[in-house]
């Protein structure tokens, strides 16, 4: 008798049904996204305050440092920006060290995923390359922030593991640490403010 197929799909709040190993955009609802992305905490939970630091603060404080970086962004690149982590919100946000542990595998399903996502909301598949490097610099630059802001790491400590070659973006970025439903109404606030900014530019 044959084996029963594994299921490989997890169900949403919103009703869809997202297959992991091979997800369409379809499926893919920013409802979704943003709930997720608001309970999941960064650095594995290992943060300073009353609330964990979630993937979705992250992603607005990465999409406001790519704003400052890229100055004249196409507003489609600074929406990639956002949503740079949004596979996590199925998958979750692992550190680095897991990452490289589990090796392929997790990099080819969060791959597929933010393809997907990207179709979904008007991106290409695979970013360009330029754009994949810049939005790795803001995410390298929040990454610092972070560390030495709330996750207990030293400054010579940070700036080893998320060397930032101009301190001057930092001025006047600061973490945020708030309820979830808080982030989440922000996260899904800035997607539309940049949508309209995209109708507006025309691409």
């Known amino acids: 008798m044959a084996k029963a197929a594994k299921r490989a799909w997890q169900r949403m709040l919103s009703g869809r049904r997202l297959d992991l190993?091979?997800?369409t955009p379809m499926d893919i609802e920013i409802a979704d996204i943003a709930h997720g992305l608001a309970f999941v905490a960064r650095w594995n939970g290992q943060t300073h305050g009353d609330?964990?630091?979630s993937v979705a603060e992250h992603s607005l404080l990465v999409e406001q440092i790519h704003a400052r970086t890229e100055a004249g962004a196409e507003p489609r690149w600074r929406l990639a920006a956002l949503l740079h982590d949004a596979p996590e919100y199925v998958i979750g946000d692992m550190?680095?060290?897991?990452?490289?542990?589990?090796?392929?595998?997790?990099?080819?399903?969060d791959s597929r995923l933010a393809a997907a996502i990207h179709r979904r909301f008007g991106l290409p598949a695979q970013l360009p390359a330029p754009v994949k490097?810049?939005?790795?610099?803001?995410?390298r630059i929040s990454a610092w922030l972070?560390?030495?802001q709330i996750a207990g790491f030293s400054r010579t400590e940070a700036d080893r593991l998320f060397p930032v070659h101009d301190p001057g973006l930092l001025q006047g970025l600061e973490i945020r640490l708030r309820p979830p439903r808080e982030t989440r109404a922000a996260y899904l606030a800035r997607f539309d403010e940049l949508l309209a900014e995209i109708d507006r530019s025309g691409h």
């Open 95 to 109: 550190i680095s060290p897991v990452k490289a542990a589990l090796g392929r595998e997790y990099g080819e399903m």
């Open 146 to 148: 972070e560390a030495i």
């Open 51 to 53: 609330w964990a630091y």
């Open 21 to 23: 190993l091979d997800p």
């Open 133 to 139: 490097r810049a939005i790795k610099r803001a995410d």
